[in-house]
Each structure stands twice: as C-alpha cells, then as structure tokens.
C-alpha cells in the first residue's frame, strides 16, 4: 500500500476528526490528491480533492463542513471534517489520481 490513510475513528454528530494520507513523494508531489467514501451498500463517492497549485474541489454534501489541505513538506494530505452528521458514516480513501492509487482507507463512524 502506497498510501497510509489514518484518523478515522468513532465520533459524536456535530463532533469533528481529521484524516491524514502519507504518500511516497515520487507520488505527491505530480498529482491532484483527494478523499473518496464509502457508506456499505453504496457505491463510492467524491468527497475533496486538492490540485499540487492548492485549487480545492468538494462534494456538495460536505462544503462548507470539510477542508482538504496538503502539506509539501511532509508528502501528506489532510482531510479536517467538522459539525459531522451521521450520514457520514463511512470508509474513507485518500486517492491520487493519476492512475489512480488507492489508500487502504480509513473508517469513519458517526453515532451518538
């Protein structure tokens, strides 16, 4: 696994977490990286993505409560989710997208 997604966990709704993707940096620094989920039944989905030039993209489902951030020095993209719901719930992946490689992901749960 080339990608080490880590952070998920079980949380509150309304709480907030942050999910990180540790990538080689012959990976990181040559691509748009991103966040996809997973709810079981359902197929996966976009959530975030980030250009190398910083330019963010986000599902509709989650502006305005997530920010993706990517970190040159360190080779990581992060995912901050706040005032998180319920239908969040899910397996997250962090994703490059030339290719694209896959994380091994990363569950999130949200339940009181």
């Known amino acids: 696994v080339q990608l080490q997604a880590s952070g998920g966990g079980l949380v509150q709704p309304g709480g907030s977490l942050r999910l990180s993707c540790v990538a080689p940096?012959?990976?990181?620094?040559?691509?748009?990286m991103g966040w996809y989920r997973q709810a079981p039944g359902n197929q996966r989905e976009f959530v975030a993505s980030?250009?190398?030039?910083?330019?963010?993209n986000y599902a509709d489902s989650v502006r305005g409560r997530f920010a993706i951030s990517r970190d040159h020095t360190n080779y990581t993209v992060y995912l901050q989710m706040n005032n998180l719901k319920p239908e969040d719930t899910a397996v997250y992946y962090c994703?490059?997208?030339?290719?694209?490689?896959w994380g091994q992901g990363t569950q999130v749960t949200v339940s009181s």
């Open positions: 940096g012959s990976i990181f620094r040559f691509n748009t």
């Open positions: 980030i250009t190398i030039a910083g330019t963010t």
């Open positions: 994703v490059a997208f030339a290719g694209p490689v």
